[in-house]
């Protein structure tokens, strides 16, 4: 069981940045692949960032490659995103997930955090 709990969310103005964070707590934190997802109002969640158990592999949507990066540190427990560029399509609830193994899709994600608001006005 992981419990997971972002923060760093916040309102910002396009071409800001923003790092978010995402604290686990439970065992085994670094057997765990890490992903980054948002859901902007009216829309599906969608995958934005996942980085494997060691953080040697990692994944971006399309949108956000070369502006997100996505980064752990298992003695903190902590996963990080760090969004540069910000542009007001970015705007959305960020979620983080884990799974036992990297992958890019919603369902294959066992536990999730509670959301942090992204806010990018143009």
């Known amino acids: 069981q992981v419990q997971l709990v972002e923060s760093g969310g916040g309102l910002v103005q396009a071409g800001d940045s923003l790092r978010l964070s995402c604290a686990a707590s439970g065992r085994s934190f670094s057997r765990y692949a890490l992903g980054w997802f948002r859901q902007a109002p009216g829309k599906e969640r969608e995958f934005v960032a996942a980085i494997n158990w060691s953080g040697g592999n990692t994944y971006y949507a399309d949108s956000v490659k070369g502006r997100f990066t996505i980064s752990r540190d298992n003695a903190k427990n902590t996963v990080y995103l760090q969004m540069n560029s910000l542009k007001p399509e970015d705007t959305a609830v960020y979620y983080c997930?884990?799974?036992?193994?990297?992958?890019?899709?919603?369902?294959?994600?066992?536990?999730w955090g509670q959301g942090t608001q992204v806010t990018v006005s143009s």
């Open positions: 997930a884990a799974t036992v193994s990297i992958h890019t899709r919603t369902g294959e994600y066992d536990y």
